[in-house]
């Protein structure tokens, strides 16, 4: 008998936060909402009018992209990042990088027998998709102790939900153990502009991937740094053949991103301003909430880069989304990210500053 593909799927974490967000609403001035990632600043004025400029667009667009998007692409990791030598045979542009992270096992042909590796900390659309193609599932920072040899090993840098940063070398060294196995490393990059103290380095910088791009993509998603949630705009780069691969299927499946949001995603890579606007206003909602819970008692761990405080009083998680539900404060609980998380929440910095002085207000209370 068929199995309903939703009882392979682990559970919607966020459904489980029914009861603390009704007590964090009940709160008289209002639920602060700290849970998600969503960004809640306007989509910056000069990708709203790309978008318009682009809207008269009657035909099917091209699976691979436009040359002008992926181009812009290339042009926009070399000019912040150091990355060069990558042509546009190696960026595709994808709709929405949660999607394209559900789908990547799949379309890189992994199926029953395959193994999938995620940092012990991570995202949960990275199980997601391994259980949708069908994939085994370990959890390690360390790829190189196993002893099974796996496919497709996920890197998170800048991480969620951690906001850690890793070296150049660390990353070096899991691309050159991925190679030397025969294991596509995939870097999800989504945050490498949401950076606040020290550096963040693309795997596609040389003196990661020692200036080849051999079995080796990177995740990249202008929802965070340009407000462009709504818009659905991502890109995947690296290895062309590996992009080759990705689009052969993606072709079959009718896979395309609409062409005003590419015209728009090209436009919002090429303007500097507006990512340098809203690094700021994450910068002071940031301060101003690690402030704010370590007055209240609070430890925050890495957070070096990403949208979020990875916060711990040292007790169980949802111990303190209950504590903080009762302050009309709502966060996620760090178990929702792997066992290791157990004793942290995540706090997310993408409120308005109207709710971050709230939340400040009341921690200090």
Request: glycine fraction near 8%; include cysteine.
């Amino acid at each position: 008998m068929r199995q309903p593909v939703s009882e392979r799927l682990p559970d919607f974490p966020w459904d489980h936060l029914a009861e603390a967000k009704a007590t964090a609403q009940a709160h008289p001035d209002g639920v602060v909402d700290l849970s998600v990632g969503t960004p809640v600043d306007p989509t910056p004025d000069v990708v709203q009018q790309a978008l318009a400029a682009a809207a008269d667009s009657p035909g099917y667009p091209a699976t691979i992209g436009q040359a002008a998007t992926r181009q812009a692409v290339v042009d926009w990791l070399e000019r912040r990042f150091g990355v060069t030598g990558l042509g546009i045979d190696g960026v595709l542009p994808v709709t929405g990088s949660k999607e394209l992270i559900a789908h990547l096992p799949t379309q890189l042909g992994l199926g029953p027998g395959d193994l999938v590796v995620q940092p012990e900390l991570a995202y949960p659309t990275y199980e997601v998709g391994a259980v949708l193609a069908g994939c085994d599932v370990a959890v390690t920072d360390a790829p190189e102790t196993l002893e099974r040899t796996p496919a497709l090993v996920w890197v998170n840098s800048p991480a969620n939900p951690t906001g850690k940063i890793l070296t150049a070398e660390r990353l070096a060294e899991i691309v050159a153990w991925g190679r030397a196995n025969g294991a596509v490393v995939v870097v999800d990059e989504c945050y490498l502009e949401c950076v606040w103290e020290g550096a963040a380095v693309s795997a596609l910088h040389p003196s990661v991937c020692g200036g080849s791009f051999e079995g080796l993509l990177t995740v990249h998603s202008l929802s965070k740094r340009s407000n462009l949630a709504g818009y659905r705009c991502a890109f995947v780069a690296g290895d062309p053949a590996l992009v080759a691969e990705m689009l052969a299927v993606r072709k079959n499946l009718g896979l395309q991103m609409p062409d005003p949001q590419q015209h728009a995603m090209a436009v919002a890579l090429g303007d500097d301003a507006h990512v340098a606007e809203q690094h700021a206003r994450y910068a002071a909602r940031r301060d101003a909430l690690r402030t704010a819970l370590e007055a209240a008692g609070f430890r925050v761990d890495h957070s070096e880069g990403a949208l979020y405080l990875w916060s711990t009083k040292d007790e169980d998680c949802w111990d303190t989304v209950a504590w903080l539900a009762e302050r009309g404060i709502l966060v996620a609980p760090g178990s929702f990210y792997g066992a290791a998380g157990s004793r942290h929440v995540r706090v997310a910095i993408t409120a308005t500053d109207e709710r971050v002085a709230a939340a400040v207000a009341r921690l200090q209370g």
